[in-house]
């Protein structure tokens, strides 16, 4: 029941866990907004106090240059030799911290109304004010310090507009006239502040604006100067002791202040980090916007404080779920755990356990009754599988009674088939026997008869061909030994057994001199690799036999050209000594499928040019003598047919008791072609 667990879980749980997220999303939301709407009002705010502080200056800095012209000290330094004059200006200036301050007589105005407008104002009797950009060459006409002072190279900065200057070499100026008019002396008194690099003026707007707030916090803000994008007066960090001097604003930034003259409130990248920014578009004295007021201050502790809020939010409400939940399921554990029960129940049933009952479940409701009937309805299956179960029990008995019979009776019946198949076997064998028997052994005793009479005839005189007479005597007894072989293959209860102890190494080159007649018709070179080896007990005629027919199926499959290999040497297989004799050949080799059948009775690859029976002759033969024969195809090309037979018991007694004193003789490595 832990679906039905859940559902009633979510269906308590869902104006819970869905409504309330929903509302406090939308809450978050407008509270957020509420929020960045209120940074951009303190921002905004700390804009109007940096622009007051800057119009402040402003309008100081033409008083003071006012009260000077206007004083009767400074007609009577009018009347006074030049050098009085400049040593009074200078002592005015630094008591009244300006970069500059000097004295246009009345006859030389005339050219400087074309150049600035606050000083055609103050000649025409108007004190004048105002912030104007100087090039380089009016800076060195004042000071060459000044000059100096004002220069600053640019530094490369991300998302800015791109330029080729590399310097910024112009001065911005609080630029201030007043007119002289004192003691019969007539002219303009001019003045001013150069704001580049100077830290006074724009850490005194840092401190006026972020020393502390309403609640006597400080708060991590900043203040810029700008002339056009560059930040030619900063307490922004470049580094930890390194101000941002030369870096630029962003292009957004400057499209939106200085192209289309509007104040930016928003976030923006200032250098290296996001900030609550304000920019304020500042125009000289001709009426062009020349460079930029900035403040603003970090936005990390701001996004901080809020993602706080967020997850103290989302805490609470897990909280709030998380108690509910538990409160819910155990109220509702009178409904979960009958179904749980029954659940279980069901369970067992269906891992076999038909004995598995409900019981009392502790509930007299509806779902009581339905645990009730459910046992009821177990009960009935119980009763119906046990007899099911009786009656297969009797219907397995008779199958396997039924099936028992018939398996012995097929087993009976393929004994006899393959009794019938044998006997079918044998039976044409004998009648192949008999009649090969009859006709090679007439042709044989004509050859052995002449044999005879040619002895008789040449009576003394037979030692030249003496070898010849007596090879063709030992063939025609091989002759009958095969017959007799074939015969005993057919019928092996009527013949007995013949052992010797064999050499195999002569007796192999024996059988190479029979078939070198086949050999000698084709293009094969014979390979010999015989090791020294102990004799064998097997019949000298039956392995002659197994040799030969393995050499001349050999001879068929390379198909008049190709190597032939006979490999001789000692092995001990199962802890017995014997030889292996190994005959390969560089044919095409045996298919996979034919490989296993080789020693069959009647097998042949070559239908109707043999019988198939060589090498299950072959086999016979080897196996009664305790031997094995195995068929491998080789790795290069070709088959390859081993032999291994077991030592004799004298030969084997020898060798243990002399191996050790010993040196094994080298293989003999011969070859003819």
Same mark, same amino acid.
């Given at each position: 029941?832990?679906?039905?667990r859940?559902?009633?879980l979510?269906?308590?749980?869902?104006?819970?866990?869905?409504?309330?997220?929903?509302?406090?999303?939308?809450?978050?939301?407008?509270?957020?907004?509420?929020?960045?709407?209120?940074?951009?009002?303190?921002v905004?705010?700390? @804009? +109007?106090?940096?622009?007051?502080?800057? $119009?402040?200056?402003?309008?100081?800095? $033409?008083?003071?240059?006012?009260?000077?012209?206007?004083?009767?000290? &400074?007609?009577?330094?009018?009347?006074?030799?030049?050098r *009085?004059?400049?040593? &009074?200006?200078?002592? +005015?200036?630094?008591?009244?911290?300006?970069?500059?301050?000097?004295?246009?007589?009345?006859?030389?105005?005339?050219?400087?109304?074309?150049?600035?407008?606050?000083? /055609?104002?103050?000649?025409?009797g108007?004190?004048?004010?105002?912030?104007?950009?100087?090039?380089?060459?009016?800076?060195?006409?004042?000071?060459? *310090?000044?000059?100096?002072?004002?220069?600053?190279?640019?530094?490369?900065?991300?998302?800015?507009?791109?330029?080729?200057?590399?310097?910024?070499?112009?001065?911005?100026?609080?630029?201030?006239?007043?007119?002289?008019?004192?003691?019969?002396?007539?002219?303009?008194?001019?003045?001013?502040?150069?704001?580049n690099?100077?830290?006074?003026?724009?850490?005194?707007?840092n401190?006026?604006?972020?020393?502390?707030?309403?609640?006597?916090?400080?708060?991590?803000?900043?203040?810029?100067?700008?002339?056009?994008?560059t930040?030619?007066?900063?307490?922004?960090?470049? &580094?930890?002791?390194?101000?941002? @001097? !030369?870096?630029?604003?962003?292009?957004?930034?400057?499209?939106?202040?200085?192209?289309?003259?509007?104040?930016?409130?928003?976030?923006? &990248?200032?250098?290296?980090?996001?900030?609550?920014s304000?920019?304020?578009?500042?125009?000289?004295?001709?009426?062009?916007?020349?460079?930029?007021?900035?403040?603003?201050?970090?936005?990390?502790?701001?996004?901080?404080? %809020?993602?706080?809020?967020?997850?103290?939010?989302?805490?609470?409400?897990?909280?709030?779920?998380?108690?509910?939940?538990?409160?819910?399921?155990?109220?509702? %554990?009178?409904?979960?755990?009958?179904?749980?029960?029954? /659940?279980?129940?069901?369970?067992?049933?269906?891992?076999?356990?038909?004995?598995? +009952?409900?019981?009392?479940?502790?509930?007299?409701?509806?779902?009581g009754?339905?645990?009730?009937?459910?046992?009821?309805?177990?009960?009935?299956?119980?009763?119906?599988?046990?007899?099911?179960?009786?009656?297969?029990?009797?219907?397995?008995?008779?199958?396997?009674?039924?099936?028992?019979?018939?398996? /012995?009776?097929?087993? %009976?019946?393929?004994?006899?088939?393959?009794?019938?198949?044998?006997?079918?076997?044998?039976?044409?064998? !004998?009648?192949i026997?008999?009649?090969?028997?009859?006709?090679?052994?007439?042709?044989?005793?004509?050859?052995?008869g002449?044999?005879?009479?040619?002895?008789?005839?040449?009576?003394?005189?037979?030692?030249?061909?003496?070898?010849?007479?007596?090879?063709?005597?030992?063939?025609?007894?091989?002759?009958d030994?095969?017959?007799?072989?074939?015969?005993?293959?057919?019928?092996?209860?009527?013949?007995?057994?013949?052992?010797?102890?064999?050499?195999?190494?002569?007796?192999? *080159?024996?059988?190479?001199?029979?078939?070198?007649?086949?050999?000698? %018709?084709q293009?094969?070179?014979?390979?010999?690799?015989?090791?020294?080896?102990?004799?064998?007990?097997?019949?000298?005629?039956?392995?002659?036999?197994?040799?030969?027919?393995?050499?001349?199926?050999?001879?068929?499959?390379?198909?008049?050209?190709?190597?032939?290999?006979?490999?001789?040497a000692?092995?001990?297989?199962?802890?017995?000594?014997?030889? @292996?004799?190994?005959?390969c050949?560089?044919?095409?080799?045996?298919?996979?499928?034919d490989?296993?059948?080789?020693?069959?009775?009647?097998? /042949?690859t070559?239908?109707?040019? !043999?019988?198939?029976?060589?090498?299950?002759?072959?086999q016979?033969?080897?196996?009664?003598?305790?031997?094995?024969?195995?068929?491998?195809?080789?790795?290069?090309?070709g088959?390859?047919?081993?032999?291994?037979?077991?030592?004799?018991?004298?030969?084997?007694?020898?060798?243990?008791?002399?191996?050790?004193?010993r040196?094994?003789?080298?293989?003999?490595?011969?070859?003819?072609?």
């Open positions: 029941m832990r679906s039905v859940l559902r009633l979510f269906l308590a749980l869902l104006p819970l866990s869905v409504l309330m997220p929903l509302l406090l999303v939308l809450a978050m939301t407008r509270w957020n907004a509420d929020y960045d709407d209120m940074l951009i009002a303190n905004d705010s700390d @804009l +109007r106090i940096a622009e007051q502080y800057l $119009g402040r200056i402003l309008t100081s800095t $033409g008083t003071d240059i006012r009260s000077i012209a206007e004083s009767s000290l &400074f007609g009577d330094v009018l009347r006074a030799p030049s *009085e004059r400049q040593r &009074f200006l200078n002592q +005015r200036r630094i008591a009244l911290q300006l970069d500059f301050l000097y004295f246009l007589p009345r006859d030389v105005l005339p050219t400087a109304p074309s150049k600035w407008p606050v000083i /055609t104002a103050a000649a025409a108007t004190l004048s004010s105002q912030i104007d950009i100087f090039t380089a060459q009016d800076l060195a006409a004042l000071s060459p *310090e000044l000059q100096q002072r004002a220069r600053i190279p640019l530094i490369e900065t991300e998302a800015a507009v791109p330029t080729t200057r590399t310097v910024e070499d112009r001065g911005m100026v609080v630029h201030s006239a007043a007119p002289v008019t004192v003691l019969g002396q007539e002219g303009v008194l001019v003045g001013g502040i150069l704001l690099r100077n830290l006074d003026f724009i850490d005194t707007i401190a006026l604006v972020y020393l502390s707030d309403s609640a006597g916090k400080s708060r991590q803000g900043t203040a810029t100067l700008f002339l056009d994008d930040r030619i007066s900063t307490n922004v960090r470049l &580094f930890e002791e390194v101000r941002a @001097l !030369g870096t630029r604003v962003s292009a957004s930034v400057r499209d939106r202040v200085l192209t289309q003259g509007q104040t930016w409130l928003d976030r923006a &990248f200032v250098v290296n980090d996001w900030y609550i304000g920019y304020l578009p500042l125009t000289d004295s001709f009426g062009k916007r020349v460079g930029m007021l900035y403040v603003g201050f970090l936005e990390a502790p701001y996004q901080a404080a %809020k993602r706080a809020a967020y997850w103290t939010i989302v805490a609470v409400f897990i909280g709030v779920i998380a108690i509910s939940a538990p409160l819910f399921l155990w109220l509702a %554990k009178g409904i979960f755990s009958p179904l749980e029960q029954m /659940t279980r129940t069901m369970k067992r049933v269906e891992r076999g356990d038909l004995a598995a +009952r409900n019981g009392a479940v502790g509930s007299r409701d509806e779902i009754q339905v645990a009730a009937h459910l046992d009821t309805l177990l009960n009935q299956v119980q009763d119906r599988d046990q007899a099911l179960r009786d009656w297969a029990d009797e219907l397995n008995t008779r199958v396997d009674k039924r099936t028992a019979e018939l398996r /012995t009776a097929n087993s %009976k019946l393929e004994d006899t088939f393959r009794q019938l198949a044998m006997s079918e076997k044998l039976a044409s064998i !004998g009648e026997t008999a009649g090969v028997a009859h006709e090679i052994n007439n042709p044989v005793a004509v050859i052995q002449n044999v005879d009479v040619i002895r008789m005839t040449l009576a003394g005189h037979t030692g030249e061909i003496e070898t010849e007479l007596n090879l063709i005597d030992n063939q025609v007894l091989r002759i030994a095969i017959v007799g072989k074939l015969l005993q293959f057919a019928r092996p209860t009527e013949f007995g057994t013949f052992e010797e102890n064999v050499d195999i190494a002569p007796l192999v *080159e024996d059988c190479l001199v029979l078939v070198d007649h086949v050999l000698s %018709k293009s094969i070179t014979i390979h010999r690799a015989f090791e020294h080896s102990p004799p064998v007990a097997i019949n000298p005629g039956e392995l002659q036999q197994v040799v030969i027919n393995l050499v001349m199926n050999a001879a068929q499959a390379m198909d008049g050209a190709g190597d032939l290999s006979l490999r001789l000692p092995m001990t297989r199962d802890d017995q000594p014997g030889t @292996l004799l190994s005959v050949d560089t044919g095409p080799g045996i298919t996979d499928q490989i296993t059948a080789v020693f069959n009775p009647f097998f /042949t070559k239908p109707g040019e !043999g019988t198939g029976l060589g090498l299950s002759i072959s016979t033969l080897i196996q009664r003598a305790g031997g094995l024969i195995s068929v491998r195809n080789r790795a290069q090309t088959a390859e047919f081993s032999i291994w037979l077991p030592a004799t018991e004298g030969d084997h007694l020898a060798s243990n008791s002399t191996l050790p004193h040196r094994p003789k080298p293989a003999i490595q011969t070859s003819s072609g």
